[in-house]
């Protein structure tokens, strides 16, 4: 039996980025201690209020069958806080809850693009956006940005690139992963003029709108007429550390909402009603409760700059929200996958090349913020010598080894 073509075209045959991920993972289930810095997951886990919820709504019935575009209250509940956050006029019908984040980018694309469309998303990238479009039967476009502009795109850019590819869709993160960039109000206003100059959809991935740490979330929906053509991708990953419940939602016109829907009914067929009423616990207890939720990653992001202040061998991208920092390691001769393999050879700490993120970011590692304060400072500090070692051998000419 031979299986359908279409899981190599999603991959392309190309490695997935996660080998250093992989091989820490391997070396913890041999007993050997690693810091992980990999993945963006909490390390203060779901908050027992948020599981009491989802426990006393799976026990009380909520068990069967949801309908596919999500309970009204909970749609309700989305669509005020997004309306209260941006100020744009939003309704429950404005609102589709979905299994998590990712379910809701793939939704977003089946429904904007058909099979042989172009889909663009700015380099770096989370690892799943060119899948994601892949997976739709498009082709996936990237449009690069430069670590010296501290990877904010470029409107002129991404129009010339929606021009000379005749794209439909543009995927946009902020803020975003893996930089920790908050894209400007110049930047999303160039992005507005390219999508309304190339009439493209513009599918925005919002969910680390929470973790801000310096000037204030924009999204790009705000803007003159983008609500229209936005569709806006929200999780309760992120901002409640919910990461295992797997709800997320898009937000967009309600004759967008309508489309999504009909593919939930003939794929997903909807999240759990015990999930759904957790996540309309979750946000009934209003901002100071993500808040509290972001806080360790502020602290962090404070932890890293003292830390990495006096380095000649890194450069700390600057990081004005979400869960990671990046770092420019090109100082020190190596590339991002070889500094990553290095570092976690010689002092056991895992951190992501940033050529696992695309082109745009080789020669820099993202490291999520996502330990204790305490073993955060520690890991940065050995993180930093290791680059100061080997960037004095390859200026001495000798082989970079710690």
Same mark, same amino acid.
């Given at each position: &039996?031979?299986?359908g +073509?279409?899981i190599?075209h999603?991959?392309?045959g190309?490695p997935?980025?996660w080998?250093v991920y992989?091989?820490a /993972? ?6 050997e201690?690693?810091?992980n +810095?990999t993945i963006g997951e909490h390390d203060?886990?779901t908050d ?6 989802m426990h006393a ?6 068990s ?6 999500g309970k009204r209250?909970l749609r309700?509940?989305?669509?005020a806080r ?8 939003t309704t429950w019908?404005?609102v589709?809850v ?8 793939f939704?977003a694309? &089946?429904v904007t ?5 172009t889909?663009?998303?700015?380099? #770096?990238?989370?690892a799943?956006?060119?899948g994601?479009i892949?997976?739709?039967?498009a082709h996936?476009?990237?449009v690069p940005?430069r670590s010296e502009n501290?990877f904010q795109?470029d409107g002129?850019?991404l ?13 946009v993160n902020?803020?975003?992963? #893996? ?7 110049e930047?999303?206003?160039g992005?507005a003029r390219a999508v ?15 973790q ?5 979330h ?6 003159p007429?983008m ?10 990953s992120k901002?409640h550390?919910m990461t $295992?419940?797997? +709800? ?11 489309a999504?829907t009909?593919?939930?009914?003939n794929?997903t067929?909807?999240v759990?009603? @015990?999930v ?5 616990f979750?946000l009934s207890?209003?901002e100071?409760f993500?808040a509290?939720?972001?806080?360790p @990653?502020?602290?962090?992001?404070g932890?890293a700059?003292e830390v ?7 450069r700390l991208?600057?990081?004005q929200? *979400?869960m990671?920092?990046?770092l420019?390691?090109r100082?020190?001769g190596l590339?991002g996958e070889?500094?990553a ?5 010689d002092e056991a700490? *895992?951190v992501m #090349? $940033?050529e696992s ?5 080789a $020669?820099?590692? /993202?490291?999520a913020?996502?330990?204790a304060?305490?073993?955060? *400072?520690?890991?940065l500090g050995r +993180?930093?010598?290791f ?10 000419g000798?082989h970079p080894?710690?």
């Amino acid at each position: &039996m031979k299986l359908g +073509l279409r899981i190599n075209h999603i991959t392309q045959g190309a490695p997935d980025g996660w080998d250093v991920y992989y091989r820490a /993972r391997d070396m913890v289930a041999r007993g050997e201690p690693v810091v992980n +810095l990999t993945i963006g997951e909490h390390d203060v886990r779901t908050d027992r209020t948020i599981l009491d919820a989802m426990h006393a709504s799976a026990v009380s019935g909520q068990s069967g069958y949801t309908f596919g575009a999500g309970k009204r209250p909970l749609r309700e509940a989305i669509a005020a806080r997004v309306q209260a956050r941006t100020g744009v006029p939003t309704t429950w019908e404005n609102v589709i809850v979905t299994p998590g984040g990712q379910a809701a980018l793939f939704a977003a694309h &089946m429904v904007t693009l058909d099979a042989g469309d172009t889909g663009l998303y700015c380099d #770096p990238f989370y690892a799943t956006y060119p899948g994601t479009i892949r997976a739709n039967g498009a082709h996936a476009v990237s449009v690069p940005t430069r670590s010296e502009n501290a990877f904010q795109p470029d409107g002129a850019s991404l129009a010339a690139a929606a021009r000379a590819t005749g794209a439909r869709t543009l995927l946009v993160n902020t803020p975003n992963n #893996p930089t920790g960039v908050v894209y400007s109000r110049e930047t999303l206003e160039g992005i507005a003029r390219a999508v309304a100059a190339h009439d493209l959809w513009l599918i925005s991935d919002e969910v680390y709108d929470t973790q801000v740490w310096e000037g204030a979330h924009l999204s790009p929906r705000a803007l003159p007429g983008m609500a229209a053509r936005a569709l806006v991708v929200g999780s309760m990953s992120k901002s409640h550390a919910m990461t $295992g419940s797997r +709800l997320g939602w898009i937000v967009a016109a309600p004759e967008v909402i309508e489309a999504v829907t009909v593919l939930a009914t003939n794929t997903t067929y909807g999240v759990p009603a @015990f999930v759904q009423d957790a996540a309309l616990f979750a946000l009934s207890q209003g901002e100071a409760f993500e808040a509290a939720v972001a806080a360790p @990653f502020a602290r962090r992001r404070g932890i890293a700059r003292e830390v990495l202040a006096g380095s000649n061998a890194l450069r700390l991208i600057p990081a004005q929200g *979400a869960m990671f920092v990046m770092l420019d390691v090109r100082a020190t001769g190596l590339s991002g996958e070889a500094f990553a393999a290095q570092l976690l050879a010689d002092e056991a700490i *895992a951190v992501m #090349p $940033g050529e696992s993120f695309g082109q745009s970011s080789a $020669g820099h590692v /993202r490291v999520a913020m996502t330990v204790a304060d305490e073993a955060f *400072a520690d890991a940065l500090g050995r +993180l930093s010598r290791f680059a100061a070692r080997v960037a004095g051998a390859q200026a001495q000419g000798g082989h970079p080894v710690g």
